[in-house]
């Protein structure tokens, strides 16, 4: 197998086996997550099947290993994002809480629907299921923090202070 990225190189390379060093060495499966993670923020927010490909042969696995990981949780991308990717949970609680209306909200103010990236290049909506914050429902991931208790206001607050 030979991968037609090579993104695993210096930083990235050091940052992915530092996790690696973290199991046993017949385990190096388990840094699937974390490589992913690090691959789509090297990527500018997004996965390839080449990337995921290169990761699979650097850990020693066979591809599915890693795209059976990469599309089943929602934090890894399939498609391009904004340099802010707004994950927004689609889920029970949130949805009672008044989060699909929020979300329209949403839509309306940056003009566009989940999957999409604004003109400017700064925001997308991702749907994804529930991020354990239930209590702080409705709420959002922008990034790595998580928005809880929105209101239309201070949604469009926090939105308006990201560069
Ligand atoms: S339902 Fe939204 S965080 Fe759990």
Not at 27 to 45: D, F, H, K, W, Y
Not at 116 to 144: H, N, R, W, Y
Request: with cysteine; proline share 4%; glycine share 10%.
């Amino acid at each position: 197998m030979s991968t037609k990225t090579n993104i695993i190189q210096g930083d990235i390379k050091k940052r992915i086996d530092t996790w690696i060093a973290n199991y046993p060495e017949d385990q190096r499966q388990s840094a699937t997550m974390p490589a992913l993670r690090i691959v789509q923020e090297a990527n500018g927010g997004s996965l390839t099947n080449d990337l995921m490909d290169e990761i699979a042969e650097y850990l020693g696995v066979p591809p599915i290993a890693v795209y059976e990981v990469a599309t089943f949780y929602g934090n890894y991308n399939h498609k391009p994002t904004g340099r802010h990717s707004i994950n927004w949970c689609n889920s029970i609680s949130c949805y009672l809480r008044g989060g699909e209306e929020l979300r329209a909200r949403l839509e309306e103010k940056l003009g566009v629907k989940p999957g999409e990236v604004t003109a400017d290049g700064k925001f997308s909506i991702k749907k994804v299921e529930c991020l354990g914050a239930c209590g702080g429902a409705p709420m959002c991931q922008i990034g790595k923090d998580y928005h809880e208790n929105l209101t239309e206001e201070k949604l469009f607050k926090i939105l308006d202070e990201l560069e």
